[in-house]
């Protein structure tokens, strides 16, 4: 932000030249800043970012067109490697991430919900020392109804062998995570990031082409209004689940929220506070979303706005990965909401002991 001294180097209104300033406080220029140097390590990581931007805006220019488009929409007709079938924008948008990386010099390997094993790209090795892990397009049921979709990422060190198709390395907890976040499409397009400095927010700007800085060090309240959960699978929850929502029920100072859509229901935790829960159902017993492209990076984000996110039993970023496309039960969002959701399950484990 400029104080008054700066502004006198500019000869337009003081208004005028803070919405300037706003509107140069690109992203890239954001993680710079974040990174407070200019070393190698701090170019690559910004760089990085820019391509993730980049992906986004690919996939919400398309998004925007599809419903006019003539094959953008709909089903492949085959299934990926959990057994959902695919639709054609998820394959785009995966096709995009990979695009958008490649002779890059920076990411060495990607792993993606939809691809059974990392793509390699040989020739940023071993430049590019970065594996980036991703859901392309999460929540791309909405996209039937024309609502909100989301992409979420997560940015780690690349330890192991380029060529070890297993990525062993991958199969660690959510503490190594070097930066997460994921972007929006809705009415908007929005970019969220950290990179453990804060969580910040971008608003992509279509005329310019840019994500300018909307909000910086984005706190999430200790306790909201919010809960977020599919109420249609109470039949399959445990009974601590049916718990906590009869509890919810019954207080005053709740309101349900559900998109249907990952990011989006959590975009909106994030700002006014409350929980996201997805937790294990009689068909998933580990829920549905997958630890590594969801879960641990919505966890690292939600924890550095000052937040908390459970299995329901452990720190989500705890959880070490016994396989790449691992699912796991989520409680995410606000410190105390998180908290209260855990005391059910607490409760129920101390009945069921007796
Ligand atoms: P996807 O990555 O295959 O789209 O699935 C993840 C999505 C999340 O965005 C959302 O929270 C959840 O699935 C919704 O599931 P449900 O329809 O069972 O409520
Ligand atoms: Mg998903």
């Known amino acids: 932000m400029l104080n008054t001294q700066t502004w006198e180097h500019f000869q337009i209104h003081p208004e005028e ?3 300037l300033d706003r509107d140069c406080t690109t992203l890239s220029r954001h993680v710079l800043q974040q ?13 990085l970012m820019s391509r993730i931007a980049l992906a986004g805006k690919l996939i919400a220019r398309r998004l925007t067109r599809a419903g006019l488009l003539e094959d953008a929409l709909g089903f492949t007709g085959t299934v990926n490697v959990q057994g959902e079938s695919v639709k054609k924008m998820d394959i785009y948008s995966n096709d995009v991430f990979i695009s958008v990386f490649k002779q890059s010099g920076l990411v060495c390997r990607l792993a993606s919900e939809e691809m059974e094993k990392p793509y390699y790209i040989p020739e940023n090795c071993p430049v590019g020392r970065y594996t980036l892990l991703y859901d392309p397009l999460d929540g791309s049921s909405n996209l039937d109804t024309n609502l909100n979709v989301g992409s979420i990422f997560s940015i780690r060190q690349q330890e192991g062998n380029d060529e ?6 991958l199969l660690q907890n959510g503490r190594k995570q070097i930066g997460a976040g994921y972007i929006l499409y809705g ?3 929005m970019l969220v990031y950290s990179i453990g400095t804060g969580v910040h927010a971008f608003t992509l700007d279509p005329s310019l082409g840019e994500f300018i800085q909307a909000n ?46 990952l990011v989006g229901d959590l975009h909106r935790i994030l700002y006014q506070g409350g929980v996201f829960l997805y937790p294990g159902t009689v068909k998933k017993p580990e829920g549905k979303l997958r630890l590594l492209y969801e879960s641990a990076p919505m966890a690292y984000l939600i924890e550095q706005a000052g937040g908390r996110a459970s299995t329901g039993t452990e720190e989500i970023l705890d959880v070490v990965a016994e396989k790449l496309h691992q699912r796991t039960p989520l409680i995410i969002g606000s410190k105390e909401d998180v908290a209260l959701v855990e005391s059910f399950i607490k409760e129920q484990k101390r009945i069921s002991q007796v």
């Open 17 to 19: 030249a803070q919405a």
């Open 187 to 189: 009415p908007s397009t």
């Open 216 to 261: 910086e060090n984005i706190k999430i309240p200790e306790h909201g209004p919010i809960y977020s959960v599919n109420e249609g699978n109470f039949w399959q929850w445990d009974e601590s689940m049916r718990d906590y929502i009869r509890y919810v029920h019954r207080h005053e100072g709740y309101t349900a929220r559900y998109g249907g859509a």
């Open 35 to 47: 990174l407070n140097s200019f070393s190698p390590d701090a170019q690559d990581i910004s760089a």
């Open 164 to 169: 070890d198709e297993s990525a062993q390395d």
